[in-house]
């Protein structure tokens, strides 16, 4: 699987979106219902590195496919928390916007490595021509004549 120009980059990303997610909420008031929000943005916002190491490591295409969905999907429920913290507390808007993109990102960069690695002939897979078969039929080699 050829996917080592852009694991580094979503490491690197993932690995820093978790640490702006603890260093943010280390600022954040102690109150009963920031601290459940937050602690179920650290739930999903931190994990995101360890699954797509998981990802990297995996054993097959459906494998890495399936992991980097996971951590799509780590992605989007981080951005709702992201809001919903936003919206319901005197937190710094400019962090959280910032952490919103950040987000948003990376669950773009998500998809569209799954999205090619989906549409990518699985390594080995045999493209061209069988060789029981070398002339591809295409619907006019049946035709009379041809």
Known sequence: MEHRHYERIVQDKSFHFAGHIVGGIHRQPNDYVNLVLTRQLLRSGTPMRAI????????SRTDFVANLAVTAKEARETGYWVRLIRETGPHT??????RLKECAG????????ILTTRSKPAAG????PRPDNPKPRTQYSELPGT
Not at 106 to 113: F, H, V, Y
């Open 52 to 59: 797509v190491e998981e990802a990297f490591g995996g054993h």
């Open 93 to 98: 808007q400019q962090a959280l916007g910032d």
């Open 106 to 113: 990376l669950a773009r960069m998500l998809s569209s490595i």
């Open 125 to 128: 897979a045999d493209s061209g």
